[in-house]
């Protein structure tokens, strides 16, 4: 019976003043934060691509925790997240996204800054692919990852969606 809650992914509506987007987590942890104002569509399909095995089942409950430090983040009562996440990908992949939690709040690095800090200096479209999936925005702060030029570029959030989370960060 065990392992048939691991196969569960919990999921909900995350809204909060002007911010509403899927959050979903399994019982290791906070496994996808989505797009801002994007459709259900966009959890669903990242579920069957990413854990096939797993049912998405709706509650709201099991998420209260991430709900709550989304929230603290959003009105800066809190600068980094201490909910444990379940995220899922390459060697590569898991080693960009752990780099981005090192970025301190309220800074951002260039993408070159990443390739710099994983040792891998000629990977910098690589380490844009990586960002370019991580899939817990916020808590995995992708959006401090700007161009070498110090401008905003691509964020799978929308660049809006970034200009909203920097503001947030430099207040």
């Known amino acids: 019976m065990a392992s048939k809650t691991n196969q569960t992914i919990y999921w909900t509506l ?55 430090e989304l929230i603290e983040y959003l009105k800066r009562q809190r600068t980094t997240f201490s909910c444990p996440v379940h995220i899922t990908g390459t060697p590569f992949q898991l080693t960009v996204w752990n780099a981005l939690c090192d970025i301190p709040y309220g ?45 905003l570029t691509g964020f799978r959030g929308g660049l809006e969606m970034k200009k909203q989370l920097l503001t947030l960060e430099k207040q």
């Open 14 to 68: 995350f809204t909060y003043e002007k911010w509403s987007m899927y959050i979903a987590a399994t019982s290791k942890g906070l496994c996808y934060v989505g797009s801002k104002n994007q459709a259900f569509e966009g959890l669903s399909n990242w579920a069957k691509k990413r854990l096939p095995q797993y049912t998405l089942v709706q509650n709201e409950q099991k998420l209260q925790p991430y709900v709550d």
């Open 107 to 151: 800074q951002t690095y260039s993408y070159s800054n990443i390739a710099e800090l994983i040792q891998k200096p000629k990977s910098v479209r690589a380490v844009g692919t990586a960002i370019g999936t991580n899939p817990v925005l916020i808590v995995i702060p992708c959006h401090r990852v700007i161009g070498k030029n110090g401008k």
